[in-house]
T-cell receptor, first 114, second 116 residues
Framework: QKEVEQNSGPLSVPEGAIASLNCTYSDRGSQSFFWYRQYSGKSPELIMSIYSNGDKEDGRFTAQLNKASQYVSLLIRDSQPSDSATYLC??????????????FGKGTHLIIQP | DTEVTQTPKHLVMGMTNKKSLKCEQH?????MYWYKQKAKKPPELMFV?????LSINESVPSRFSPECPNSSLLNLHLHALQPEDSALYLCASSQKGWGQGGQPQHFGDGTRLSIL
């Protein structure tokens, strides 16, 4: 059973602060990890992908992966009101052949307070 | 604007109707996906096509019938749906193919389906 766990929030962060979003996964065979942002009524938008242990930075976003702890996180620096959205953690179990679907966490609702 | 195009954006249909949802991508991706998303829930995988062949069916009822006519197109044929099938239907594509790692999936804007 593949499970991805996130705190549903809401997580309220002041504008300009760092927002920290966390995710744990149950399947040790998971190889690919993604963060998607979803605004209300819209489709998920890819924010970050990470495949190996450590940090990966892209602009104001940093993804962190720790496979030993089965933990992945997303940091958003200098949070802006436009960052207010639901952030979905998604995992792929790489079976080594064929395409695999994403297993999503329930999402964390982030609110950036002006 | 997304590079995965879904039509129609909205669809209202009765339980006896037959309709189709369409998805198109021109990124050269060889894997395409259908997801279903209910309100305030995460997307749930329905079907996966890899190189135009159905590779995953997540025990979806037969009233949903997927079709992949070519590498750029993905259809979802609907027949005799139930009110609980009302949801946002999302199409996605990725570079994932046989023997490759799990590449990011890019979503279309979705079709919001309402069953009367």
């Amino acid at each position: 059973q593949k499970e991805v766990e996130q705190n549903s929030g809401p997580l309220s962060v002041p504008e300009g602060a760092i927002a920290s979003l966390n995710c744990t996964y149950s399947d040790r065979g998971s190889q690919s990890f993604f963060w998607y942002r979803q605004y209300s009524g819209k489709s998920p938008e890819l924010i970050m992908s990470i495949y190996s242990n450590g940090d990966k930075e892209d602009g104001r976003f940093t993804a962190q992966l720790n496979k030993a702890s089965q933990y992945v996180s997303l940091l958003i620096r200098d949070s802006q009101p436009s960052d207010s959205a639901t952030y979905l953690c998604a995992v792929i179990l790489d079976s080594g052949g064929g395409a695999d679907g994403l297993t999503f966490g329930k999402g964390t609702h982030l609110i950036i307070q002006p | 604007d997304t590079e995965v195009t879904q039509t129609p954006k909205h669809l209202v249909m009765g339980m006896t109707n037959k309709k189709s949802l369409k998805c198109e991508q021109h990124m050269g991706h060889r894997a395409m996906y259908w997801y279903k998303q209910k309100a305030k829930k995460p997307p749930e995988l329905m079907f996966v096509y890899s190189y135009e062949k159905l590779s995953i069916n997540e025990s979806v009822p037969s009233r949903f019938s997927p079709e992949c006519p070519n590498s750029s197109l993905l259809n979802l044929h609907l027949h005799a749906l139930q009110p609980e099938d009302s949801a946002l239907y999302l199409c996605a594509s990725s570079q994932k193919g046989w023997g490759q790692g799990g590449q990011p999936q890019h979503f279309g804007d979705g079709t919001r389906l309402s069953i009367l």
